[in-house]
């Protein structure tokens, strides 16, 4: 069953669990890779809503149902719903959809990728990560809003839309996550690199075994938890302020519109603001990419499908 704008019913695109002082946001859109269109993101500022204005929650733990955590922006499922008309919550802009050209995808991007992942990263709670096989490009926007990424040995990550001629993903947080050099490496090479690399650059806090995963998780969420909940806001609020000063936001401002002039030249000397790629070429170069690397894991790329 579809609704008036075609898009159909998948039923609860996120879930919401409490464990005590816990709480448990899933993606859910398994089949689907958990792909991330409009539904899921405002079900997801839902979920994060109920959870900083839930007293007794003190973490917030961002999971992924099925085997990966998420291949990414939905570019290519039957749920795709970028043609529709979403009520602002992250932006003080005008709506996307009656928009055209390079207005139309700022606007949309300007609120569902860059002020979204914005709004999130201020949750004054803690956020943890909990990854499992792809985390890719969109998906790289969901980890990296968290304040911890505990990621199982068999997660592997990537950003490939330089394929596309675009500066990576919207949330441009590279520099800040990885380093410089790193980011440059997982940038130019459109690679994906395993959960141990991702260690190793910063990426992520630890890597435990698949089957431990939520068990170590959850560990350490409860351990944050004995905190004082007023001490961790402004302890996590003084990190992210940092940060800041480090230049990640103006970064990040200048990155965006790098990233909207790439579209713009892409639909200007070629078919579309894509370069051309789809989900089905992109998923066929992440093939040849992953099959000539030897630093990268040996998941099938056909996971990547519909997404980017």
């Known amino acids: 069953m579809s609704d008036e704008n075609g898009v159909p019913d998948e039923g609860d695109v996120v879930t919401y669990e409490r464990r005590g002082p816990i709480a448990i946001v899933t993606l859910n859109r398994p089949d689907y890779r958990n792909a991330q269109n409009s539904v899921m993101t405002y079900a997801l500022d839902a979920a994060f809503e109920r959870a900083v204005e839930d007293a007794e929650v003190k973490v917030i733990v961002l999971a992924g149902n099925g085997k990966h955590f998420s291949a990414g922006h939905d570019i290519g499922t039957p749920g795709r719903d970028h043609h529709v008309r979403y009520q602002n919550k992250a932006a003080l802009w005008w709506d996307h959809v009656d928009r055209v050209g390079g207005d139309q995808r700022f606007a949309r991007e300007t609120e569902v990728y860059l002020g979204m992942c914005r709004r999130w990263r201020e949750i004054p709670k803690p956020t ?10 969109g998906g ?6 968290c304040d911890l990424i505990i990621a199982s040995d068999d997660a592997f990550f990537s950003d490939p839309v330089v394929r596309m001629g675009i500066p990576g993903v919207e949330y441009f947080a590279h520099p800040w996550v990885m380093g410089p050099r790193a980011a440059k490496e997982f940038l130019f090479t459109g690679d994906r690199f395993d959960a141990a690399q991702a260690k190793e650059w910063g990426m992520v806090n630890r890597v435990v075994p698949r089957a431990e995963l939520e068990t170590e998780t959850l560990a350490l969420a409860e351990k944050i938890a004995t905190m004082p909940q007023f001490g961790l806001a402004l302890t996590k609020k003084a990190v992210n302020q940092a940060e800041d000063l480090m230049g990640m936001r103006a970064g990040m401002d200048s990155a965006f519109g790098l990233h909207h ?32 690397s030897a630093s990268v894991t040996t998941e099938p790329t056909s996971e990547q499908n519909g997404t980017t």
């Open 261 to 292: 002039f790439a579209h713009a030249h892409n639909a200007e000397v070629g078919a579309d603001s894509l370069g051309g790629m789809t989900a089905k070429s992109m998923k066929s170069t992440a093939t040849a990419s992953a099959s000539a």
């Open 140 to 145: 790289l926007m969901l980890a990296w809003v």
């Open 128 to 137: 943890i990560a909990m990854v499992q096989g792809a985390c890719i490009a």
